[in-house]
């Protein structure tokens, strides 16, 4: 099954991210942390606007909760349009309340993989973090303070960034993205991005993820993430074998037989 729209915002997020060791390698590691904020997506970044006409956006809220090491909550709201997703180690289940059930992927040797697959740790902040450490253009053009935090402001080449998430993120050869610029506020200390933003070639501003709260160390347990789930709720899973060479195209026809499976079948 393909990525459905709402995931838009959030393949965009994910591909916003990226920083270098120049920024946020302060001492204090980031254990867990709590996050809401909003995603603003431009339909067409690259159209003139007329006196007082206002861009055509896209917004989406979200809220994240990660705890060390690879375990993720993330809630969506995409215009009403709901959506969660909980990452725990190697398992990936997504639930939206339009299709009511879960859908669970377990994937299988997830180390051979040069990018994680699962989408709510791709979202992660402190994943955000260790691409931009990694971006070879990435550098500091100067510093200002977010909300209650001293950040290091980083830009990046976006194709860098984007073709290191994957298909799914990867603004193509012919994109209005591909030549464009990431700029990053990241967290002096944490090395974790608070704001975001993409250009596109021509320098126009077409994504944005602004952290309206974030709290670092709050004590969170893991057992604390976990999906809302209203009774009853059915659930497909299906394993994910990353050594497979067309492991995406199988993964899709897996979950279309899964869910397909649910459906009650016709009295004769």
Not at 238 to 248: G, M, P, R, S, T
């Amino acid at each position: 099954m393909r990525c459905s729209p709402i995931l838009l915002p959030l393949s965009l997020a994910a591909a916003l991210v990226a920083t270098r060791g120049v920024a946020g390698t302060g001492p204090t590691e980031c254990r867990d942390y709590r996050g809401k904020g909003q995603i603003r997506v431009r339909l067409q970044p690259d159209l003139p606007l007329k006196a007082g006409e206002t861009p055509n956006e896209l917004g989406c809220r979200i809220e994240q909760v990660f705890v060390r090491p690879d375990r993720m909550l993330l809630n969506m709201d995409w215009f009403g349009l709901k959506q969660q997703m909980l990452a725990q180690g190697s398992i990936e289940q997504i639930y939206q309340p339009t299709m009511g059930m879960v859908i669970e992927r377990k994937y299988l040797n997830l180390n051979k993989a040069d990018e994680t697959p699962i989408l709510a740790l791709q979202t992660s902040m402190v994943q955000c973090g260790r691409l931009l450490r990694e971006a070879k253009s990435a550098h500091p053009v100067g510093k200002e303070k977010v909300l209650q935090y001293d950040c290091d402001v980083i830009e990046a080449d976006s194709k860098e960034v984007m073709e290191k998430m994957g298909d799914l993120v990867s603004p193509g050869k012919k994109s209005a993205l591909q030549n464009g610029k990431i700029k990053a506020w990241v967290v002096d200390g944490y090395g974790v991005p608070i704001k975001l933003e993409i250009f596109t070639t021509a320098g126009n501003l077409a994504a944005s993820l602004s952290m309206e709260d974030l709290q670092f160390n709050t004590g969170v347990k893991p057992e604390e993430l976990k999906l809302d789930l209203p009774a009853g709720t059915k659930k497909v899973s299906i394993e994910v074998d990353l050594a497979e060479k067309d492991w995406q195209q199988k993964m899709e026809q897996d979950l279309r037989k899964a869910v397909a499976g649910l459906s009650p079948r016709p009295r004769s």
